[in-house]
């Protein structure tokens, strides 16, 4: 089955305690793109990979990081979460220029 | 900066009623647009996508339209039923089709 997978589905977690939010896609799929959604802001991109070894930020880029090693892995890094990154997470996949695949979500909760 | 609009935030219209969404954008300079679902929480479900040399696409009962010109794009929903009701979200690419910039959403429920 077509898929983009997001691991962790839930996470709480404390302020500066480092973790990764793994996402993973099975359609050889170029691009890779990882969102994040607020109440009252919608839906707003953090970083996003046209192809492997290559990445840029989207519009809300700042205590995110990002790296994508294989086509398949677009991991999103939180080197030191603070309270204001407690979001839902979305990864999303597509071909180029094409239709965008999400995954699950992530919900995240920075204490 | 792309910007983007949907007008109504929030529709409710009884069961078998014809409706359409609507999408402004700024930038008329894109590669395409793309109209998604999202069911509360839950995450997001891809409609249709529009490439910037089309003016229509069409699934089932859902029609999109896109007007670059005038940075638009309409959802027609036909003959609506309960199991539409959701958030519809369009999305538009900027700057190429990297970045992608949502829509505010408009929240439809669909009345027995």
């Known amino acids: 089955e077509a898929q983009v997978t997001q691991n962790p589905r839930y996470l709480i977690t404390v302020t500066g305690k480092k973790l990764t939010v793994t996402c993973s896609q099975n359609m050889n799929h170029e691009y890779m793109s990882w969102y994040r959604q607020d109440p009252g802001l919608g839906l707003r991109q953090i970083y996003y990979?046209?192809?492997?070894?290559?990445?840029d930020k989207g519009d809300v880029p700042e205590g995110y990081k990002v790296s994508r090693k294989e086509k398949r892995n677009f991991p999103l890094i939180l080197e030191s979460p603070s309270p204001n990154q407690t979001s839902l997470y979305f990864c999303a996949s597509s071909p180029l220029a094409g239709l965008q695949f999400f995954g699950p979500g992530t919900r995240l909760t920075v204490l | 900066k792309q910007e983007v609009t949907q007008i109504p935030a929030a529709l409710s219209v009884p069961e078998g009623e014809n409706l359409v969404l609507n999408c402004s954008f700024t930038d008329s300079a894109i590669y395409n647009l793309q109209w998604f679902r999202q069911d509360p929480g839950k995450g997001l479900t891809s409609l249709l996508l529009i490439q910037s040399s089309q003016r229509e696409q069409t699934s089932g009962r859902l029609n999109a339209s896109l007007d670059k010109s005038s940075g638009r794009s309409t959802l027609y929903i036909a003959a609506s039923q309960p199991g539409d009701s959701a958030t519809y979200l369009c999305?538009?690419?900027?700057?190429?089709?990297?970045?992608?910039?949502f829509g505010t959403g408009t929240k439809l429920q669909v009345i027995p």
């Open positions: 999305a538009v690419p900027s700057g190429g089709y990297q970045k992608v910039t």
């Open positions: 990979s046209m192809n492997v070894e290559v990445t």
